[in-house]
């Protein structure tokens, strides 16, 4: 590498480490200062220990798992359910007239508005929770696909057409190809979404175990070194998710098919 | 006609039968129209099938009477103003923190690097993970509730703002530099119209995003008026006729945002501009 | 011949959701076990020793015990069909009556005196009267908070609102007072009991003078119908452990002592042996209760909280008392 490459590699960490030294020092300075009663405010130093401490025993491992465990199944239900109605609605003129109003109604509001009345419908734990992450995801997912069918070029189509291609063949090969960079946006988003809706029904629902509810539950005690520990997690999983799944997804086939520069 | 001539010919009349195009509207209301008669009456029966108690599957006479009643004495009206409020002040506070940052992070590439790490890690903090702790530091009621509504509406519109001031077709730029544009004169007649769509959209989504803070806020934070905490409060007494009423509400408004407020935005300033072909739906 | 094959999909998606959503609450047949649900506060305490002591199993009957924050959310549970039997104050109680299926079975206890106003230490209030234009962390829709706000409130002259009732579950009432999100609570022991102990709050009154606050052992009246031996057996369980809870006290304060510890609760024993000992625990419907109720329910009422007063004949059932008793 040339000495201007190295340099200009070492300035760029620098700089993308100094937002990083100011928060820090703001932080402990508030620490010091005694902003908020240190019980309501612990130092970074604490943050760290309690984090170090609660992945030893296993608990941030449990909690994580637990959350990701929900976060699966609930998203796998709103992506199949949202796919399908998406590319119904899509596909076929009078569904799409049907349950536009409908969706359109429902896609803006939040999903954990719903969450008090799954608690009288369902009761606490798992299930509900999972099903409301799913209800509040598939709206998106449904939006997004139906967009990205509408969007599959007539010339596309009609150049099929011509040469013999039948329904089924050009729903395989022209349609669902065609319509996958907004369908992989739905999802990602739908996603996104999800893992944040989750976090949100942890705390409502009582769930036994999950991140959400490790925060909740630290409110008994006090405990914020707790709650700042799980939300530094949160944060890592939820950028993980983000990067590994969808980007690793979209190489393999959007990007590799060329239908959107990396 | 050979046979592959036939069956395109076939395809072309069937498809001319059953078309793909958009048909008059009036067939598309009618069917919208039927759809939602169809759920409504699905509730009903469900609601008075007695496999969930009335309380919480209540019939549509019930729902509608409470949203009545809180109509009547005005407590819908100081709920709704209230969570309108906290989404405003909210949004407001984040338009100021985010477009200035977003410009310095789209113009100047040292602001970005900088930014760029702790937006990275920030972001996908879900708001209302913060809450228990925002109201140990705050209190229950509205200064947490806003501080949400800030944390979630700020970075995705930090985000769309910071992309679409970057991505300005650097052509344009030159061409303005050429004609001997410099700072203000730039910014106002080329970047900012330039870069107007994605901050609209950021706007957008940072509204929906809002939204969800604010209930998900009121759910956890207590104050003492609020739709998120209609619903909540309602679940006490098993009141589930109010919390579809709020629900209601609380669509009707998100509704009325997305359809009226930003379509005429977007009308009245990117499109007229001739920035995005057509309207969106 | 792709839209016929996608509504068929669709109509067959929509089919096994229902059933889906249905099932809970039929598929606990015969067999399964009773799911009981029950507080985590002192008046859970003889939940907890039935549990501790295996008073259901010796009984004769496989109970799955479920600990709530209280017992607005056992009631919840019980109307959603997850939970069969729970242990439910008064005001909850009421409202499920009201709305749902539920039938009283037994008094847990009469609770008065285990409820309390406390205040923060430093915040200057001395009674309740100085709660006016205070914020005061309350559960509500539990009998604790109808007590608060309908009974003890207007003793001192202020009315609802005069104080800003902040909804916050009885665990987290001390922390959202030390934290200054309100100046006082609402609560049930043992935390009030903690609040002094730790320095934390003063007892502005406890409810003992106010109110009998009488909990209820419930059930969903379609168990009950379908159950009915498996019940008569719970109750079973449920009156031996009431026998310890008043022959043997400090057995059961032992087992309380140790399940709050175990949740990080630090207080020492002889607290907890005056937290019961604050506890009537005796399972009879007494006479009063009717007229205690149905004032309730009237207040409720006149709140438009239920659609209507329960009939007391058909909520109230002491039968399955009578059947246990003349084992």
Same mark, same amino acid.
């Given at each position: 590498?040339?000495?201007?490459?190295?340099?200009?590699?070492?300035?760029?960490?620098?700089?993308?480490?100094?937002?990083?030294?100011?928060?820090?020092?703001?932080?402990?300075?508030? #620490?010091?200062?005694?902003?908020?009663?240190?019980?309501?405010?612990?130092?970074?130093?604490?943050?760290?220990?309690?984090?170090?401490?609660?992945?030893?025993?296993?608990?941030?491992?449990?909690?994580?798992?637990?959350?990701?465990?929900?976060?699966?199944?609930?998203?796998?239900?709103?992506?199949?359910?949202?796919?399908?109605?998406?590319?119904?609605?899509?596909?076929?003129?009078?569904?799409?007239?049907?349950?536009?109003?409908?969706?359109?109604?429902? #896609?803006?509001?939040?999903?954990?508005?719903?969450?008090?009345?799954?608690?009288?419908?369902?009761?606490?734990?798992?299930?509900?929770?999972?099903?409301?992450?799913?209800?509040?995801?598939?709206?998106?997912?449904?939006?997004?696909?139906?967009?990205?069918?509408?969007?599959?070029?007539?010339?596309?189509?009609?150049?099929?057409?011509?040469?013999?291609?039948?329904?089924?063949?050009?729903?395989?090969?022209?349609?669902?190809?065609?319509?996958?960079?907004?369908?992989?946006?739905?999802?990602?988003?739908?996603?996104?979404?999800?893992?944040?809706?989750?976090?949100?029904?942890?705390?409502?629902?009582?769930?036994?175990?999950?991140?959400?509810?490790?925060?909740?539950?630290?409110?008994?005690?006090?405990?914020?070194?707790?709650?700042?520990?799980?939300?530094?997690?949160?944060?890592?999983?939820?950028?993980?998710?983000?990067?590994?799944?969808?980007?690793?997804?979209?190489?393999?086939?959007?990007?590799?098919?060329?239908?959107?520069?990396? | 006609?050979? $046979?592959?001539?036939?069956?395109? /010919? /076939?395809?072309?009349?069937?498809?001319?039968?059953?078309?793909?195009?958009?048909?008059?509207? !009036?067939?598309?209301?009618?069917?919208?129209?039927?759809?939602?008669?169809?759920?409504?009456?699905?509730?009903?029966?469900?609601?008075?099938?007695?496999?969930?108690?009335?309380?919480?599957?209540?019939?549509?006479?019930?729902?509608?009477?409470?949203?009545?009643?809180?109509?009547?004495?005005?407590?819908?009206?100081?709920?709704?103003? /209230?969570?309108?409020?906290?989404?405003?002040?909210?949004?407001?506070?984040?338009?100021?923190?985010?477009?200035?940052?977003?410009?310095?992070?789209?113009?100047?590439?040292?602001?970005?690097?900088?930014?760029?790490?702790?937006?990275?890690?920030?972001?996908?903090?879900?708001?209302?993970?913060?809450?228990?702790?925002?109201?140990?530091?705050?209190?229950?009621?509205?200064?947490?509730?806003?501080?949400?509504?800030?944390?979630?509406?700020?970075? +995705?519109?930090?985000?769309?703002?910071?992309?679409? $001031?970057?991505? $300005?077709?650097?052509?344009?730029?030159?061409?303005?530099?050429?004609?001997?544009?410099?700072? +203000?004169? !730039?910014?106002?007649?080329?970047?900012?119209?330039?870069?107007?769509?994605?901050?609209?959209?950021?706007?957008?989504?940072?509204?929906?995003?809002?939204?969800?803070?604010?209930?998900?806020?009121? !759910?956890?934070?207590?104050?003492?008026?609020?739709?998120?905490?209609?619903?909540?409060?309602?679940?006490?007494?098993?009141?589930?006729?109010?919390?579809?009423?709020?629900?209601?509400?609380?669509?009707?408004?998100? !509704?009325?945002?997305?359809?009226? $407020?930003?379509?005429?935005?977007?009308?009245?300033?990117?499109?007229?501009?001739?920035?995005?072909?057509?309207?969106?739906? | 011949?792709?839209?016929?094959?996608?509504?068929?999909?669709?109509?067959?998606?929509?089919?096994?959701?229902?059933?889906?959503?249905?099932?809970?609450?039929?598929?606990?047949?015969?067999?399964?076990?009773?799911?009981?649900?029950?507080?985590?506060? =002192?008046?859970?305490?003889?939940?907890?020793?039935? %549990?501790? %002591?295996?008073?259901?199993?010796?009984?004769?009957?496989?109970?799955?015990?479920?600990?709530?924050?209280?017992?607005?959310?056992?009631?919840?549970?019980?109307?959603?069909?997850?939970?069969?039997?729970?242990?439910?104050?008064?005001?909850?109680?009421?409202?499920?009556?009201?709305?749902?299926?539920?039938?009283?079975?037994?008094?847990?206890?009469?609770?008065?005196?285990?409820?309390?106003?406390?205040?923060?230490?430093?915040?200057?209030?001395?009674?309740?009267?100085?709660?006016?234009?205070?914020?005061?962390? =309350?559960?509500?829709?539990?009998?604790?908070?109808?007590?608060?706000?309908?009974?003890?409130?207007?003793?001192?002259?202020?009315?609802?609102?005069?104080?800003?009732?902040?909804?916050?579950?009885?665990?987290?009432?001390?922390?959202?007072?030390?934290?200054?999100?309100?100046?006082?609570?609402?609560?049930?022991?043992?935390?009030? =009991?903690?609040?002094?102990? %730790?320095?934390?709050?003063?007892?502005?009154?406890?409810?003992?003078?106010?109110?009998?606050?009488?909990?209820?052992?419930?059930?969903?009246?379609?168990?009950?119908?379908?159950?009915?031996?498996?019940?008569?057996?719970?109750?079973?369980?449920?009156?031996?452990?009431?026998?310890?809870?008043?022959?043997?006290?400090?057995?059961?304060?032992?087992?309380?002592?140790?399940?709050?510890?175990?949740?990080?609760?630090?207080?020492?024993?002889?607290?907890?042996?005056?937290?019961?000992?604050?506890?009537?625990? =005796?399972?009879?419907?007494?006479?009063?209760?009717?007229?205690?109720?149905?004032?309730?329910?009237?207040?409720?009422?006149?709140?438009?909280?239920?659609?209507?007063?329960?009939?007391?004949?058909?909520?109230?059932?002491?039968?399955?008392?009578?059947?246990?008793?003349?084992?």
């Amino acid at each position: 590498m040339s000495p201007q490459g190295g340099l200009l590699r070492l300035s760029g960490l620098l700089l993308g480490g100094v937002a990083f030294v100011v928060l820090a020092l703001a932080w402990q300075g508030a #620490y010091w200062a005694n902003v908020f009663p240190p019980k309501l405010f612990p130092s970074l130093a604490t943050v760290a220990d309690t984090l170090v401490r609660l992945t030893a025993n296993g608990t941030m491992l449990v909690s994580a798992g637990a959350t990701l465990f929900r976060l699966l199944f609930g998203f796998l239900l709103a992506g199949v359910v949202g796919v399908v109605v998406g590319l119904l609605m899509g596909r076929v003129q009078g569904i799409e007239d049907a349950l536009l109003p409908i969706v359109s109604f429902m #896609y803006p509001i939040p999903g954990i508005a719903y969450a008090p009345l799954f608690v009288l419908w369902f009761g606490l734990g798992d299930a509900p929770a999972i099903l409301l992450v799913a209800v509040a995801t598939s709206f998106t997912v449904i939006i997004n696909t139906w967009k990205g069918v509408k969007s599959v070029k007539p010339i596309w189509i009609r150049s099929a057409l011509a040469m013999g291609a039948r329904e089924r063949s050009i729903f395989v090969k022209v349609i669902l190809p065609g319509a996958l960079p907004y369908v992989l946006t739905g999802l990602r988003l739908g996603l996104a979404s999800a893992w944040r809706i989750l976090v949100a029904v942890e705390m409502l629902m009582s769930v036994t175990r999950g991140l959400g509810w490790l925060i909740f539950g630290s409110q008994q005690f006090l405990n914020t070194d707790v709650m700042l520990a799980t939300i530094a997690v949160i944060g890592i999983v939820g950028m993980l998710l983000e990067r590994q799944v969808f980007l690793r997804l979209e190489q393999a086939t959007i990007v590799r098919w060329g239908m959107m520069s990396a | 006609m050979n $046979v592959a001539q036939q069956r395109i /010919a /076939a395809i072309e009349v069937a498809e001319l039968a059953t078309p793909r195009r958009r048909p008059p509207r !009036l067939v598309a209301l009618v069917r919208g129209a039927i759809a939602i008669a169809v759920l409504l009456a699905a509730w009903e029966y469900f609601a008075r099938s007695g496999i969930f108690s009335r309380a919480i599957t209540p019939p549509l006479e019930t729902i509608f009477s409470a949203l009545v009643a809180m109509i009547a004495d005005g407590s819908i009206f100081k709920h709704t103003l /209230a969570t309108m409020l906290r989404v405003a002040i909210g949004l407001l506070i984040a338009l100021a923190v985010a477009i200035p940052l977003g410009m310095l992070m789209g113009r100047h590439p040292v602001w970005e690097r900088i930014l760029r790490p702790p937006l990275a890690v920030l972001m996908p903090i879900p708001s209302l993970a913060w809450v228990p702790l925002v109201v140990l530091w705050f209190g229950i009621g509205n200064v947490a509730t806003v501080l949400i509504v800030v944390y979630a509406s700020t970075f +995705s519109l930090l985000y769309n703002v910071w992309m679409g $001031v970057k991505t $300005v077709n650097p052509i344009w730029v030159r061409a303005a530099q050429a004609m001997n544009a410099q700072g +203000s004169r !730039l910014f106002r007649h080329v970047i900012w119209p330039a870069a107007l769509p994605s901050i609209i959209t950021g706007i957008r989504l940072a509204f929906g995003r809002a939204w969800i803070a604010v209930i998900g806020g009121e !759910l956890l934070a207590s104050p003492q008026w609020g739709l998120g905490k209609l619903i909540f409060d309602a679940k006490e007494y098993l009141n589930a006729d109010t919390m579809l009423a709020a629900l209601f509400v609380i669509g009707i408004i998100g !509704l009325f945002f997305e359809r009226v $407020v930003f379509q005429l935005l977007e009308r009245a300033t990117v499109n007229r501009w001739g920035m995005a072909s057509g309207a969106r739906r | 011949m792709t839209r016929t094959m996608n509504r068929r999909h669709f109509l067959g998606c929509t089919g096994a959701g229902a059933l889906a959503v249905a099932l809970p609450r039929w598929a606990r047949a015969q067999g399964a076990p009773l799911n009981f649900g029950f507080q985590n506060t =002192s008046w859970g305490s003889v939940a907890m020793v039935a %549990e501790a %002591e295996g008073t259901f199993a010796k009984a004769g009957v496989d109970v799955k015990p479920f600990r709530f924050d209280g017992g607005k959310s056992t009631r919840d549970a019980m109307i959603a069909g997850r939970v069969d039997i729970g242990v439910l104050g008064a005001a909850p109680f009421v409202v499920g009556a009201a709305k749902g299926d539920i039938v009283a079975i037994a008094v847990a206890m009469y609770a008065g005196k285990t409820n309390a106003v406390v205040a923060a230490k430093d915040s200057g209030i001395k009674s309740v009267a100085d709660l006016k234009g205070k914020r005061v962390a =309350s559960q509500l829709g539990s009998s604790t908070d109808y007590v608060f706000q309908n009974k003890i409130l207007p003793k001192y002259g202020l009315t609802k609102g005069d104080v800003q009732i902040a909804n916050i579950p009885h665990q987290n009432e001390i922390a959202a007072m030390v934290g200054k999100s309100v100046d006082a609570f609402a609560g049930v022991e043992p935390f009030p =009991s903690v609040a002094e102990i %730790e320095g934390l709050g003063t007892v502005l009154v406890d409810y003992g003078d106010f109110d009998i606050q009488p909990v209820f052992v419930a059930i969903n009246r379609p168990v009950r119908e379908r159950r009915r031996d498996d019940v008569v057996k719970f109750m079973r369980g449920w009156l031996a452990a009431v026998r310890i809870v008043n022959g043997d006290p400090q057995r059961a304060v032992r087992i309380v002592w140790n399940e709050f510890k175990a949740q990080g609760y630090d207080v020492k024993e002889a607290a907890f042996t005056r937290m019961l000992g604050k506890l009537e625990v =005796s399972p009879e419907f007494r006479p009063a209760l009717r007229d205690y109720l149905n004032e309730q329910g009237q207040v409720l009422l006149k709140q438009r909280q239920i659609p209507a007063v329960p009939d007391w004949n058909k909520a109230l059932d002491e039968s399955v008392l009578a059947q246990a008793g003349k084992a």
